[in-house]
């Protein structure tokens, strides 16, 4: 009854006094980031309507929840500019917004890159997020705009790589891998951060390389070296799949030591390791939870294997795996990135024939015989050459996003192979893996990852 | 807001709004040598007789931090106009790798140099192109110091590829007082986002301004514009800060900073130190008058 007596009220006197105590501050070494705080005099619910000037009601915050003092993030918001907002109280279906006010987000740091979009077609691609790692050191993530502009950072990590980064459902933040530049210290793990850019958990993952993948339950998995020695060659570096659950068990789940001989590891060994002679080059791992199976691509031995969580080799294709036609067999061919499509399809980079040209390609395999036959691709005759890196996603609306690596570039093609959207990047700088997001407030919860 | 600013400006320690109409102008030229070598062959790279960087500054016996080997899908003119004017976009890099020097190490055969801590394939990576630019840059400071083009051919030479005081040179040609001087005194807040293009009328790169350089000279104008390449050695005093993801900064924050006054030339700098072009994007003279 009380309840109903303050409705009546505020419904009479929309915010006479309503809301008190309204700051907005941008965070401090996240100058894109506004928190917005203010108290109400009633227990009320709420979110704030913000955007840039001459937009300011493009984007609103989740609801706070019920309660008298507030607090909430302004997130996706350029760098050095003026953004509007206001505080909207509500109760149910009633509101009352406050006036706007104005606040101006700081700027980005030096060591955060200027990007470059020079195609952007918005009748052809989403608008939306997209969550950058970076290729090389310094391990640097961002979160930018379909313009480019950087709207989220962790500061430049020196010495060490950052290639992965993905969403983290349990907190609406953000997660990326780190190791070593050189692999010359053993320092891998996994770390989380809320939204504000705070670590919330720093996950030890030993030995841990190139790529991640994280589970519903918490469990995390990562790409492993797996250093033996070995009669003929000595020490040789093969990859290990591994994966750690919430409460810190440990658990090899795969290894290339398991069912493949060493076959002439010299062949494609430059040195990239310390440890030893370079053997398979694992460079990707994608969790898919529909198929309850791991995929992983390595690029030195032209293979890319699906495995399940008990170690058993489901799938595979390249010089590892069963023969395959010809064709396909040639398309395998330093592959990267290779995940299942929600078609039932696989798609990675690979760099066929001389290696000089990175193309995307996507697989379907025959249900009954399991044979593979190539049903699209994109890049040859392009002049793309992904030395470091590449990966190829497949969005919601059926266009297919290629990230070629080191060549700096990233474009989003229609089905029917227009460039809807190009991104160049400044030498020095080129993005690891890529996750679209949809909604940043809700960064998981939307396809477009592999 | 602006108005408002600008109205303020001359008062006292009151903000300073610096604008694209308070800038210097500047113009910059770079002339980089060219070694023909024996393409494929693992080639030592020797800087032991480099002591001047291109701007013709001693550098510190012993202070180069690495050397940069980069091959680059553009023409050796392209690199020249472009490297000083802005940064090139990744996709025309199509080779890179660093080489470190320890103990004082000046040369470094090619085979040594590396790519993610793998070293390259010299007979791989160096080789004839119609097409490509290889440029060895050195850096001390995580600065450009000096660089030379080097060509691979089947019929060049094998010796080595000397980086010496003449590989290469930046020239400037600048007017400090192009643009109208700021008006302040004492230590106020500086406020530069609302910069736009840098001196050469280029867009102006706000989040590569990491330093704020501010100093005093018992020099004219034109002085000063005759030896600009010594702008930090000729001052009678000078604060450098780091303004990394800042749009201004408070002055009377600036250790050992007595103030603006109207004793001599003041200048007020905006810096960009991951720039290959060491001229400040922008630069004014600070007038307390």
Known sequence: ?450 | MITLMLALTGCGDEDILLEDTNNYTFTSTLEIGNVEILEKTDIVVDWCSLTVDFLGLEMVEGEVDYVVLSRWELTKEELENTLVATNLPQKDLSGSADYKPTDGECSAPLSEFEFLGTPILVEDEIYQSDTSTYILTVFAEDRAKMLTFFEPTATGSADPIIIDNNSGLVEFDVNVDAGSPVSASGTPLVDWSSLTQDGAAQEFPLNKMDRLFIAQYDLTVEELETDFVYLETLSVDDWTVSSDALLDYDLSTIDGFPGFDDSSLWILAMRCTTCYNPAPPFLTVVSSE
Not at chain 1, 43 to 67: M, N
Not at chain 1, 412 to 432: H, I, M, N, Q
């Open chain 1, 1 to 450: 009854m009380a309840r109903l007596g303050i409705v009546s009220l505020l419904a009479t006197s929309p915010g006479c006094g309503l809301v008190t105590q309204v700051a907005a501050i941008p965070l401090e070494g996240l100058t894109t980031v506004i928190r917005v705080t203010w108290s109400t005099t009633a227990d009320l619910d709420g979110h704030v309507e913000f955007g840039p000037l001459g937009a300011c009601s493009r984007h609103r915050t989740p609801s706070v929840g019920l309660g008298r003092s507030h607090e909430t993030l302004l997130l996706g918001l350029p760098s050095a500019s003026e953004i509007c907002y206001r505080v909207v109280p509500t109760e149910g279906p009633l509101s009352w917004p406050e006036p706007f006010r104005t606040v101006h987000t700081g700027n980005l740091p030096a060591a955060v890159p200027d990007l470059n979009v020079t195609i952007k077609d918005l009748d052809q691609v989403e608008e939306g997020f997209w969550l950058a790692a970076s290729g090389i050191n310094p391990g640097l993530v961002l979160i930018f705009d379909r313009d480019g502009e950087v709207v989220w950072y962790q500061p430049a990590d020196v010495g060490y790589v950052s290639p992965q980064a993905l969403p983290d459902p349990a907190t609406n933040g953000f997660m990326y891998n780190r190791f070593s530049k050189d692999f010359d210290d053993d320092v891998g793990s996994v770390l989380r951060l809320h939204p504000d850019g705070q670590l919330l958990e720093e996950i030890r993952t030993p030995l841990a390389h190139h790529s991640f993948a994280r589970h519903e339950d918490g469990t995390t998995a990562w790409l492993a070296l797996d250093v033996r020695d070995h009669d003929e060659w000595g020490t040789v570096v093969g990859d290990a799949l591994r994966e750690v659950a919430p409460d810190g068990a440990d658990r090899a789940v795969w290894s290339s030591w398991n069912d493949w001989e060493v076959i002439d590891p010299l062949e494609n060994d430059g040195g990239f390791y310390p440890q030893g002679i370079d053997w398979t080059h694992g460079n990707f791992l994608a969790w898919d939870p529909a198929r309850q199976s791991y995929t992983v691509s390595f690029r030195n031995v032209n293979t890319i294997v699906e495995v399940d969580r008990d170690g058993h080799i489901l799938r595979g294709v390249g010089d590892y795996a069963d023969p395959v036609a010809d064709e396909v067999e040639d398309l395998v061919h330093y592959p990267h990135s290779a995940h299942w499509t929600d078609q039932g399809t696989l798609l990675f980079t690979t760099t066929p024939g001389d290696g000089k040209e990175t193309w995307a390609v996507e697989l379907a395999f025959d249900p009954e015989t399991g044979e593979a036959e190539r049903v699209w691709s994109w890049g040859e005759g392009e002049g793309f050459y992904a030395r470091v890196l590449g990966e190829a996603l497949r969005m919601d609306n059926g266009n297919t996003v290629v990230n070629f690596g080191s060549a700096g570039v990233v474009v989003e093609l229609t089905p029917s192979g227009e460039v809807a959207w190009r991104l160049e990047t400044p030498a020095g700088y080129f993005p690891g893996h890529l996750t679209y997001i949809r909604d940043i407030y809700d960064p998981a919860a939307q396809d477009g990852e592999p």
